[in-house]
């Protein structure tokens, strides 16, 4: 069976694409130019960025997640986009398949997105709403300023580097699952630890002020949403460079190292995704400006690799099986 990127490059590449499509089907957003700008403005020839992304019950979030933590986790996901693409979300439109008109869920669905929209500055300009099964399709929509960041834009001699800390995302899902099979969790975190890693996955870090700072600043990033080598594996295939990543300068997430067994660990951090931290190059003489807007955005940022010409990622100081360098991947 073909899976989700074979699907989307066979059957979504239409030919003939307008001139005003600057970025298109294969990034976290599209970039589009606009011709035209505000009634009575000099026409400034705007960019207009667009990404959707859908999440669906039991496929993205456990089925019975309560309300707020499905509105946060949808919300901040789409956003995880524009952070890797350097800009600012400022409207988007919400399609909503509900398997009841339940008030209680809607009001509680309702009440996080609107505290989330007015934190962000986003608004809600319009949508769909549906009876079946629960999904939620959020189009994020924002205006691009300055440099956009790309998949396709590493250089050969970029450092590479990671935000914050990488196995969040498959620890939490192991906490929901060992909850859902025993009713009780792993043993050996404590319960802030719990809540911790619970929190990452309802509401997943949001790298908006970094990833605008990066713009101008680093060169390419990718959001790690499908896994650290599969994420950078679009880095090196739409830039046509080689990334060379050193497992020792991983940060490893200290509470997943501390729930999984080593091989689970691994899987978490290198193939799992749903980290949803930024991957970004950047030459090795912006060394200082990415740590000092790594300070000021209070976010964590090592640099855990290099590009260089070639092809295809290189895992050092660890073996990776072959199998492992997929990601996740939907279909497959
Ligand atoms: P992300 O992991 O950043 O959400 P995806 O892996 O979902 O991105 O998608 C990869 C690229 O393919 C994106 O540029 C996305 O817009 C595009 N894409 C996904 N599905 C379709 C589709 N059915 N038609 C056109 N483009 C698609
Ligand atoms: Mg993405």
């Known amino acids: 069976m073909p899976g989700e990127f074979d699907i989307i ?13 600057l970025m298109g089907v294969g990034d976290d957003a599209a970039v589009l130019a606009l011709s035209h700008s505000l009634p009575g403005e000099k026409n400034s020839g705007g960019r207009l960025v667009v990404a959707t992304d859908t999440l669906l019950e039991g496929v993205h979030f456990p089925a019975g997640m309560p309300a707020e933590h499905v509105a946060s986790r949808s919300l901040l996901v789409n956003v995880s986009d524009f ?6 979300p400022r409207w988007f439109t919400i399609a909503l398949a509900l398997p009841d008109a339940n008030e209680d869920w809607l009001a509680r669905f309702s009440s996080r997105m609107g505290a989330l929209c007015e934190e962000l500055t986003l608004s809600l300009v319009g949508g769909d709403t549906v009876k079946g099964p629960l999904s939620i399709s959020l189009t994020l929509m924002g205006e691009a300023d300055g440099q956009v960041l790309s998949r396709a834009a590493a250089k050969p001699g970029d450092e590479l580097w990671v935000t914050n800390s ?8 192991k906490l929901l699952d060992s909850e859902k099979q025993s009713g009780a969790s792993p043993g ?7 809540e911790q890693l619970l929190q990452h996955f309802y509401a997943p870090d949001c790298l908006l002020d970094l990833g605008v700072g990066l713009s101008g ?3 390419a990033a990718i959001d790690i949403s499908d896994g650290l080598l599969a994420d ?5 295939s739409q830039s046509g460079v080689a990334i060379d990543i050193e497992w020792d300068a991983l940060p490893v997430n200290t509470i997943a190292k501390k729930l999984g067994n080593p091989d689970e660990v691994r899987r978490w951090v290198l193939t799992h995704g749903d980290d949803y931290q930024l991957l970004f190059t950047a030459s090795a003489g912006k060394r200082p400006e990415v740590e000092a807007l790594a300070r000021e955005a209070d976010v964590a940022c090592t640099c855990i690799g290099k590009v260089r010409e070639g092809g295809g990622v290189k895992l050092h100081g660890i073996k990776s099986p072959l199998e492992e360098a997929a990601g996740f991947q939907h279909f497959s």
């Open 9 to 21: 490059n066979k059957y979504f590449r239409f030919s003939g694409q307008d001139k005003s499509v």
């Open 83 to 88: 952070a890797a693409m350097g800009v600012r």
């Open 188 to 194: 050996n975190i404590s319960a802030v630890e719990k």
């Open 232 to 236: 950078a594996g679009h880095i090196a």
């Open 217 to 219: 600043v680093a060169h």
């Open 166 to 173: 990488l196995g969040r995302g498959g620890a939490a899902l």
